[in-house]
């Protein structure tokens, strides 16, 4: 089991920027692929972007493609979501998780049921 633990989240006006991160501990995080979702009020839960253990490959949903950027830094142990031009709708509980299955490459990134452990969540709000 992993515990991770984002912060960085907060209240911004459109087109200001925000960076996530998620600290991992208990696991062996250069071997997961790492996820961000988020949830905002009144809606399910959503795929935003992943990165694979290398960080060699990344996934995002096409509503941030463009505007945000996931990375890892395996020796710290750490995922980061860089978002810039955030937008009101951005507005939303964000999460991190970890896919541990030895078998990520063939399993879908956008898909919270290939990932086992998750954050508590960190609040993001953007003003228009």
């Known amino acids: 089991q992993v515990q991770l633990v984002e912060s960085g989240g907060g209240l911004v006006q459109a087109g200001e920027s925000l960076r996530l991160s998620c600290a991992a501990s208990?696991?062996?995080?250069?071997?997961?692929?790492m996820g961000w979702f988020r949830q905002a009020p009144g809606k399910e839960r959503e795929f935003v972007a992943a990165?694979?253990?290398?960080?060699?490959?990344?996934y995002y949903a096409n509503s941030v493609k463009g505007r945000f950027t996931i990375s890892r830094d395996n020796a710290k142990n750490t995922v980061a979501l860089q978002m810039n031009s955030l937008k009101p709708e951005d507005t939303a509980v964000y999460y991190c998780?970890?896919?541990?299955?030895?078998?990520?490459?063939?399993?879908?990134?956008?898909?919270?049921?290939?990932?086992?452990?998750w954050g508590q969540g960190t609040q993001v709000t953007v003003s228009s």
């Open positions: 998780a970890a896919d541990r299955s030895p078998i990520q490459i063939t399993r879908q990134a956008s898909d919270e049921k290939n990932y086992e452990d």
């Open positions: 208990g696991g062996t995080f250069s071997r997961y692929r």
């Open positions: 990165i694979s253990w290398s960080g060699g490959s990344t």
